[in-house]
Nanobody
């Protein structure tokens, strides 16, 4: 059974940084992808980043490219999302998700497995 556990959310001031973690279990081998998506109040869920765990390929949405970095520690089965230059517009519940591959575009949210969310609040 695939399980995803997201953590690391919190309150941060605009311009600050935060690192989210996603602990994954239940996968066989490393031929899968882990992504991060977020949902702000009153808005639809949107993908922000995805990583192919096997080869390390990464993808970012236009809204976070250059500010967020996704990485994977395969020994720990954990994927990280390092977020920098945060703005109040980044305030959302962040979810980690998984599937056999990353969506065609990083903004998409076609994942079969989802973890619980972790709230990120950026104050101005």
């Amino acid at each position: 059974e695939v399980q995803l556990q997201a953590s690391g959310g919190g309150l941060v001031q605009a311009g600050g940084s935060l690192r989210l973690s996603c602990a994954a279990s239940g996968f066989t081998g490393d031929d899968y992808a882990i992504g991060w998506a977020r949902q702000a109040p009153g808005k639809e869920r949107e993908g922000v980043s995805c990583i192919w765990v096997g080869d390390g390929g990464t993808y970012y949405s236009a809204s976070v490219k250059g500010r967020f970095t996704i990485s994977s520690d395969n020994a720990k089965n954990t994927v990280y999302l390092q977020m920098g230059s945060l703005t109040p517009e980044d305030t959302a519940v962040y979810y980690c998700a998984a599937d056999a591959s990353c969506p065609l575009y990083a903004e998409r949210v076609e994942y079969n497995y989802w973890g619980q969310g972790t709230l990120v609040t950026v104050s101005s």
